[in-house]
């Protein structure tokens, strides 16, 4: 049998598919929250077709999973208002409250979250094609995250419980909240990696608009009421709809105090430049990575081999954490390339239910043809696709493909390509691979292979001020979850972590006053009397 129909045949009829994990129904929504009210939507909606084709009489058909609300600006607004008057200049109920109990209220929605756990699942794997293992894996490390954010939380208030005292003057040091969050998630974690940075917001005492990725929208829809019963009214609103028609005119208002995004450095900076006081602005953000790998002579092939597969194609190469570049020293260029392309051909690929898989469909209706095209580039540029049957696209699925000798001629060499493709660059020197890391736009890792202790500290030392993490013998990622994880140039801007990213939607605020005996007795009386929640002794276990 031909590969290509190899491939064609991952994809089943509907009656194929596995009962238990077929979406009950379609998932139409016509609901979206907004001012602590779930507001019916009647006007258009937005289609979402799963990467996962079936088999019909008219061939292969990506499948119909739901709807959901395009909303226009006039929601948007609307939602806008609603943030804006519930943390009202800081005097709202939320940014007012004790840490304690906004602690309480995101302890009371993982309860309802973990209630939706089933359908949720289901749909990360339907609307982006992830397996269904990793499905899971992205929930409960969700959870595990909420965890370790109202843990870290206690932390610090732990510490903000006493009074510091200094040249004669008492004060009471603690983090406050920013205003309105604009948070806006990537497809690729649609609920991790939204919620790292959504989670964190909130329970900071911020108020919230969030905007669901494009892919991975409908996934949110299950822990809408969790929201709207968990919280009061106002602090967490969701906006649909195209972002290029209600984005820009809330940011011209100028009522966004926080802008956070993961996605596109390039629509993160149109962004910016649209509010009208950008001083006022706080960013958070996770844009465009060109991870590289750098192999050296003297580096464990086997090992290196290993993390490079499992860093380039990670659900299918699309993280901002994933190899994009391998550079190998040309003495193990070939016996590098050939390990990589047998190893790439031992990946189980099918639909994302099948135990074991390993390479699934792409969600992005466009990808297949632009990866076509940076093979094609690659090949016009003296690369050759070294492994068997590597490129082959059967509709929304691409199969993985090792390029090599990959130069800078080629768009591989300095675009991202978010997908399958690995690109494969020879080197003599490791000043090449230094070189590249410095000319590039981007900077977020690195990953070092190397025996070589010398070697290694040569490569660590001027790569640490191009890349915020330089890994040692092992692919790039972004956890632990306790572990900073940022970048340089256009690669990110703030940092965030379970501690960081508590530290990012805060600021620090402190009450003071002369040490006198009149200032004394306030204080105290302040203290015993519990009317201040935020000077206040209260130490929360």
Known sequence: MEFKEQLKNIFVTEEEIPAEYRLAEEINQRLYLSNGEMKQWNGDVHEVYSPVCVKTPNGLQRKLIGTYPVCTEKEAYEALDAAVAAYDNGRGQWPTMSVADRIQCVEKFISKMMEQKSIVVKLIMWEIGKSYADSVKEFDRTVEYIYATIDALKDVDRDSSRFTIEQGIVAQIRRSPLGVVLCMGPFNYPLNETFTTLIPAIIMGNTLLFKPPKHGTLLHYPLLNAFKECFPKGVVNTIYGRGNTIVPGLMKSGKINVLTLIGSSRVANELKKLHPKVNRLR????????????????????????????????????????????????????????????????????????????????????????????????????????????????????????????????????????????????????????????????????????????????????????????????????????????????????????FDALRAFSIRSLVAAKLTESNKHLVNEIVETHESNFLSTKYIF
């Open 283 to 498: 960013a958070i953000l996770g844009l465009d990575a060109k991870n590289a790998a750098i192999i050296t002579k003297d580096a464990d092939l086997k090992l290196a081999v290993q993390e490079t597969v499992l860093g380039s194609l990670s659900f299918n190469g699309q993280r901002c954490t994933a190899l994009k570049i391998v550079f190998v020293h040309k003495r193990i260029a070939d016996a590098f390339v050939k390990e990589l392309s047998a190893a790439v051909s031992k990946l189980k690929f099918g639909m994302p239910w099948e135990a074991g898989v390993a390479l699934t469909p792409l969600p992005e209706p466009q990808k297949p043809a632009y990866l076509q095209e940076c093979i094609r580039d690659a090949e016009q540029h003296g690369a050759k696709v070294m492994n068997e049957n590597g490129g082959a696209t059967i509709e929304s699925f691409v199969y993985p493909a090792v390029l090599y000798p990959v130069n800078k001629e080629m768009k591989l060499y300095r675009e991202e390509q978010f997908g399958p493709l690995i690109p494969v660059v020879p080197f003599d020197s490791l000043e090449e691979p230094i070189e590249y890391l410095i000319e590039s736009t981007h900077g977020q890792q690195v990953s070092l292979f190397s025996n070589d202790s010398k070697e290694l500290a040569s490569l660590i030392d001027p790569l640490v001020n191009q890349v915020s993490r330089v890994n040692i013998n092992c692919q790039c990622q972004r956890g632990p979850d306790s572990f900073p994880f940022t970048g340089r140039k256009d690669s990110a801007e703030g940092t965030l972590s379970v």
